[in-house]
């Protein structure tokens, strides 16, 4: 098991940035993807950015270009850096870990985009 605990987000002005930190409660070496989804009201929860335990990075098409997930396997942290930010973009964001098939998840933070 793993427990997993968002912060950082807030409300942002569009064209803002904001970081998101994920802390998890054990090493996170052998946790080969971690990732970033959110949820807006009334939307299904979806895939934002992924990263394997070797670094590799996934983006959706909504991340490329503006968002960077990077992970740091010695203080079991996965980060979200979230530039140029859009009011589409308001929304939880939850932390993921996929270990053996299952499927873990932060409480969320949110994230609100607006002037």
Do not use: H
Not at 56 to 69: C, L, Q
Request: aromatic share 8%; hydrophobic share 30%.
């Amino acid at each position: 098991q793993v427990q997993l605990v968002e912060s950082g987000g807030g409300l942002v002005q569009p064209g803002g940035s904001l970081r998101l930190s994920c802390a998890a409660s054990r090493s996170i070496v052998t946790i080969y993807s971690m990732g970033w989804y959110r949820q807006a009201p009334g939307q299904q929860r979806e895939l934002v950015a992924r990263i394997t335990s070797s670094s590799n990075p996934i983006y959706t098409d909504s991340a490329k270009g503006r968002f960077t997930i990077s992970r740091d396997n010695a203080e079991n942290t996965v980060t979200l850096q979230m530039n140029n930010l859009k009011p589409e973009d308001t929304a939880v964001y939850y932390c993921n870990a996929q270990t053996f098939g299952v499927p873990y998840w932060g409480q969320g933070t949110q994230v609100t985009v607006s002037s």
